[in-house]
């Protein structure tokens, strides 16, 4: 059994957790806020359910409290196109409230007996030669086995040993918020792209609604009350946040005893609509591979986990750059 340290209580960070305490390691999560959290990214794909069913808590799922929806409408200049998961429309994917979602996958690693510290950073991080020996958190040192970097977009560990990320493309900044009430209430999620970029709206609970605009010229931002038209006989809750989605992936995502698991890995602009998926993967194969180094070199393990992690980041930046070419969207830089 390892003492394994994992800091953040995404969906990355939780789901790296079940598995490992499935596999019968102890397991600490230290997350910096209480929880529910509030955190963007409401429309889930349809391949969360079978990751989730491995896990064993599809019953996240399956209370019918999730909204269902088989595809996304696409529109460009008044055109529309339903574009379905897949055509016997049996994939369907999920909106929801990420608060809510978070929070569960969470509970279910408590209640698997991860031990959760809420509202709290490490005070001081012990490494030799790499490896990270100990942390001290509430006057309290841990020794470590494994520590997983989950902290999202923050890379708090990978920043804190000074991990290299490489940056790709021109730098993106989404801007998103929330609308209580509007009449329009879209079944399906809807992008709606134009000459700048595109904008999306989904619901995420009955009468609330959230949106995301992502302009390719980082120069035009998106006002304090900007709201998308279609939205604008609602009441925008929250206010508007912005957050810097330039495409980016550390070098590298795993190395001695530390995995860098989710968007503290690497990071896509939305447009790519399955961070969370991808989140939840990561989480699960580094505790599939810290299972792995009872049996396998951990030289092995860091070259698997970096090429997969590698290829899926590539495979994503090629994709987003066709989508952008294809709707003929303007960037201020030479390269999307
Ligand atoms: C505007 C926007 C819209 C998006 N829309 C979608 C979408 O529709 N569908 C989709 O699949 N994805 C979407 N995404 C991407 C998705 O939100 C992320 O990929 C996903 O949340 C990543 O999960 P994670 O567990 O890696 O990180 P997070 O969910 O960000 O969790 C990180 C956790 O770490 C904690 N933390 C941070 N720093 C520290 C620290 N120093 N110590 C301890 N804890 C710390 C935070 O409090 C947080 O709880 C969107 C992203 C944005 C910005």
């Known amino acids: 059994m390892s003492k394994i340290i994992i800091l953040g209580a995404g969906p990355s960070g939780s789901s790296c957790a079940i598995s490992l305490l499935k596999a019968g390691h102890e397991v600490t999560i230290i997350d910096r806020s209480h929880f529910p959290r509030n955190a963007p990214g409401e429309t889930l794909h349809p391949g969360i359910e079978p990751l989730l069913k491995e896990l064993g808590v599809s019953r996240i799922l399956e209370n019918g409290y999730f909204m269902r929806h088989e595809g996304i409408e696409s529109l460009k200049e008044s055109q529309s196109k339903f574009i379905a998961y897949n055509e016997d429309e049996a994939w369907k994917g999920f909106q929801l409230f990420r608060a809510d979602f978070d929070h569960q996958l969470l509970n279910e690693a408590i209640g698997l007996g991860a031990q959760f510290i809420p509202k709290c950073t490490i005070s001081k991080l012990s490494t030799n030669q790499g490896f990270v020996e100990s942390i001290e958190v509430n006057n309290t040192v841990i020794n470590v086995d494994f520590i997983i970097d989950a902290t999202g977009k923050r890379a708090w560990l990978a920043n804190e040993l000074g991990v290299r990320f490489s940056w790709k493309g021109a730098q993106k900044i989404a801007y998103y918020g929330y609308v209580k009430e509007a009449s329009f209430q879209p079944e399906n999620p809807r992008i709606e792209w134009d000459e700048n970029g595109w904008t999306w709206i989904a619901r995420v609970k009955d009468d609330l609604t959230a949106w995301v605009r992502l302009d390719l010229d980082v120069h035009r931002k998106v006002d304090n009350d900007w709201i998308p038209t279609k939205l604008k006989d609602g009441k925008s809750t929250g206010g508007r946040k912005a957050v810097d989605v330039t495409w980016r992936i550390a070098e590298p995502c795993s190395f001695a005893n530390c995995f860098l698991v989710g968007d503290a ?72």
């Open 265 to 336: 890995a690497f990071v896509l602009d939305p447009g790519a609509s399955h961070g969370v998926l991808k989140a939840i993967m990561s989480g699960m194969m580094a505790a599939h591979l810290i299972e792995q180094s009872k049996t396998h070199s951990m030289a092995k393990i860091h070259e698997h986990y970096n090429s997969w992690m590698q290829n899926q980041f590539d495979h994503d930046v090629t994709k987003l750059r066709e989508l952008y070419e294809k709707y003929e969207v303007k960037t201020n830089a030479n390269n999307v």
